[in-house]
């Protein structure tokens, strides 16, 4: 064999061997373990209940670790440092009958003791084996993909709602204060959020507003169902400074039609949702006249998007 064949051989084996070994990508949320037989392995960089667990990893188009034989358990317990993490095992639908979270039979069994409280599986890191945890508990947590579970499919089209309004819709939770996991958007949820000036497409601007429990709501309730969060809003502002024509009606136009445009599939507008300020609150006239601007503001916005039908859903604060 001429040297140049197999310098070349040599290269496709590397070429294969490199994209075998990133089968399966980083995920956001977790460190990745490794792969063995086709299986990639993550651990959750959070902490959560077991249910909760077991709801986000399949969101992620996974499902809680599942161990099939001892060398799969070894792989995953010497990889875990010095964390307790739950695991698919449990006796949740039937006290005392053992089931995993996926479906699959049992061909391992190395848990020991049980009580009626204690329904959910957690692997120890010392010698690897599993114990039963109660609900309440909240730990780290291991999830499994491989090849004939790539995740849910991903129903068309793509649910758009837009997000505007005042200070109440610009919000004033403190990011850094939530449960980490919060801070993480659901692989089917797609935001656009201009904050003060400067576009975001996570939670990192600091801050937010409803729609973060809004997001989590919709994400976890309908998995298959990709959705477009647009975040448009300012606070201090008066309705009279929404109206069409003005800055903030043009602006939040413009960044409607640039999140859509960004699409390549079909969307559906399904619903547009304000949240006041107090502004308006400050004199008579604006207070009385905020009935007449939001309907013109809502009429003109529902025009110029081409969907006289938007659903429009309004906040309310509630006065001292």
């Not at 084996?13 to 990745?32: C, N, R, T």
Request: contains cysteine; negative net charge.
């Amino acid at each position: 064999m001429s040297f140049s064949k197999f310098f070349s051989g040599l290269l496709c084996l590397l070429f294969f061997a490199q994209a075998a070994a990133q089968s399966y990508p980083d995920m956001a949320g977790f460190v990745k373990l490794g792969e063995q037989n086709g299986h990639g392995y993550y651990l959750s960089n959070n902490a959560l209940t077991w249910m909760n667990a077991d709801d986000f990893v399949r969101l992620n188009g996974g499902y809680l670790v599942t161990m099939n034989t001892q060398e799969e358990n070894d792989f995953i317990k010497n990889r875990l440092g010095n964390e307790m993490v739950f695991i698919g095992i449990n006796d949740h639908d039937q006290e005392g009958q053992l089931a995993w979270a996926d479906g699959e039979p049992i061909t391992l069994d190395l848990h020991s003791g049980n009580s009626a409280v204690n329904d959910f599986g957690v692997m120890n890191f010392w010698d690897g084996h599993w114990q039963l945890g109660n609900k309440w508990e909240q730990r780290k947590f291991v999830m499994e993909m491989d090849n004939n579970n790539p995740g849910p499919s991903i129903d068309s089209p793509v649910q758009v709602f837009i997000f505007s309004g005042q200070s109440n819709m610009s919000g004033a939770g403190i990011t850094a204060e939530l449960n980490p996991v919060l801070q993480i958007l659901p692989p089917n949820v797609t935001l656009r959020n201009h904050f003060y000036g400067v576009d975001y497409v996570d939670f990192s601007n600091g801050s937010f507003g409803p729609e973060l429990e809004f997001i989590q709501e919709i994400a976890y309730a309908h998995p298959t169902q990709k959705y477009l969060i647009i975040k448009y809003a300012w606070g201090g502002t008066g309705l009279n400074q929404w109206m069409p024509g003005t800055y903030h009606y043009e602006t939040l136009k413009n960044k409607v039609f640039q999140a859509l445009g960004s699409l390549n599939q079909d969307y559906e507008l399904a619903g547009f949702l304000w949240m006041q300020g107090e502004t308006d609150a400050f004199n008579p006239y604006s207070a009385n006249s905020y009935h007449q601007n939001l309907s013109s503001f809502i009429n003109g916005f529902r025009n110029d998007l081409g969907a006289p039908e938007l659903t429009v859903l309004i906040g309310q604060a509630n006065p001292p």
